[in-house]
């Protein structure tokens, strides 16, 4: 039987990583692209350097990490940015453009990419977040950015016609992010961290390991959602949980 591919970009740490080292586990091989390396499971990923916020360079990575690569199982875009928890009329275009290339642009550059590279590719997720649709104040660019995913994802379900696109929200999951979002914003100006600071020492705020076994898990199931879709996993997983969250979130004027 043929081993197992898969490509995880943003492998370097937290989701990335866990995905990673969970894949390994179950004999895949894995090809990597991330700013900083995924030194950590050297030499067991074939790994790239590259920093997604320069466009330019993500083609030439991908030529050197997947020369010769005909097949994949899974890729899974997971590389994006927070930003600044912050009120949209306070957020500049400039930065906005940042986290949108990050966040969506390089995305549609990888896909571009696997496109015109031939490789068949069996299943694609894209790690997209509860705030594309929950539009709570102070989300600004992250949550522009992952609806934008979200739709990239379902445009290019119509030319990967021979793959599964899924963006995919897995929940709370306890990275640097939640650590930056409790740190630099204020929870009376932006009701929706009230949330995240409760789930802190609960199995609502899932470590990167619980995270990564719970999405591959997921994996059969996405495939019964039409091709293009964005399925948040409590929806899947923890009905009630994604019934509180939608009932919880904060509304204008309210």
Not at 100 to 124: F, H, P, R, T, Y
């Amino acid at each position: 039987m043929n081993q197992p591919h898969a490509l995880i970009t943003g492998n370097s740490s937290g989701l990335g990583l866990a995905l990673s080292q969970a894949l390994l586990e179950r004999e895949y091989g894995i090809y990597g692209c991330s700013r900083r390396g995924c030194n950590e499971l050297a030499p067991h990923v074939t790994d790239v350097r590259c920093d997604l916020s320069d466009l330019d360079a993500i083609g030439p990575a991908l030529d050197r990490l997947l020369d010769g690569v005909g097949h994949l199982d899974l890729v899974v875009l997971n590389a994006g940015i927070l930003g600044e928890i912050e009120d949209m009329s306070r957020l500049s275009l400039g930065r906005l453009r940042e986290i949108m290339d990050i966040n969506v642009w390089s995305n549609k550059v990888v896909l571009d990419w696997l496109l015109a590279s031939g490789i068949e590719i069996d299943q694609i997720v894209a790690i997209s977040s509860g705030a594309a649709v929950l539009g709570n104040r102070g989300w600004g660019g992250y949550a522009l950015s992952k609806a934008g995913l979200n739709m990239l994802c379902r445009l290019y379900a119509h030319e990967f016609e021979n793959t599964h696109v899924a963006a995919v929200a897995p929940g709370l999951v306890d990275t640097r992010i939640i650590d930056t979002l409790l740190e630099q914003a204020d929870a009376n100006r932006f009701p929706a961290l009230e949330r995240i600071q409760a789930a802190r020492g609960t199995d609502t705020l899932l470590s990167p390991d619980r995270a990564a076994q719970r999405l591959l898990e997921a994996l059969p199931a996405l495939k019964e959602q039409e091709s293009g879709s964005f399925v948040d996993l409590r929806q899947i997983l923890a009905p009630e949980e994604y019934a509180e969250l939608m009932a919880a979130r904060n509304r204008p004027g309210s």
